[in-house]
C-alpha cells in the first residue's frame, strides 16, 4: 500500500513556474515507477510525466515536453514535478501516481496502469 500527497499547487500568471511534490508514505516507494497526470474541467484525465524507479528515465507529454521536469528523490520518498513557463492551457488539478510495472510499458500513459494515486493539487495560471 502507498499513500501519496500532493502539495505546492497555486495560481500563477502566463510565463511563471511553479514545483509540485508527492510525498509517499511505505518502505516500497522506490520499487516504483512514478507518474504525473492532470484533469482540467469538464476533461479526461491526461497524463503528463513518467519517472523510472531509479528515476534514471522519463516520458513526457508532447503538450510540456521542454517546459516541466520530473524528478525524484529516493531517499525522501518524493517526486516532483517543476513546471516552467506555464501556460493558461495548463490549468489543472495535478496528481501524482504510482505504477508497480516496468518503467517500458506500453501502457504508460493510461490511467488503468497506475495502482495508487493522489488526491490532488490544483494549478491555476491566469493569461
Known amino acids: 500500500q502507498v499513500q501519496l500527497v500532493e502539495s505546492g499547487g497555486g495560481l500563477v500568471q502566463a510565463g511563471d513556474s511553479l514545483r509540485l511534490s508527492c510525498a509517499a508514505s511505505g518502505r516500497t516507494f522506490s520499487s516504483y515507477s512514478m507518474g504525473w497526470f492532470r484533469q482540467a474541467p469538464a476533461k479526461e484525465r491526461e497524463f503528463v510525466a513518467r519517472i523510472s524507479s531509479s528515476g534514471g528515465n522519463t516520458y513526457y507529454a508532447d503538450s510540456v515536453k521542454g517546459r516541466f521536469t520530473i524528478s525524484r528523490d529516493n531517499a525522501k520518498n518524493t517526486v516532483y514535478l517543476q513546471m516552467n513557463n506555464l501556460k493558461p492551457e495548463d490549468t489543472a488539478v495535478y496528481h501524482c501516481?504510482?505504477?508497480?510495472?516496468?518503467?517500458?510499458?506500453?501502457?504508460?500513459?493510461?490511467?488503468?496502469?497506475?495502482?495508487?494515486w493522489g488526491q490532488g493539487t490544483q494549478v491555476t495560471v491566469s493569461s
Open positions: 501516481a504510482a505504477d508497480r510495472s516496468p518503467f517500458y510499458s506500453t501502457t504508460y500513459y493510461l490511467v488503468r496502469q497506475y495502482d495508487y
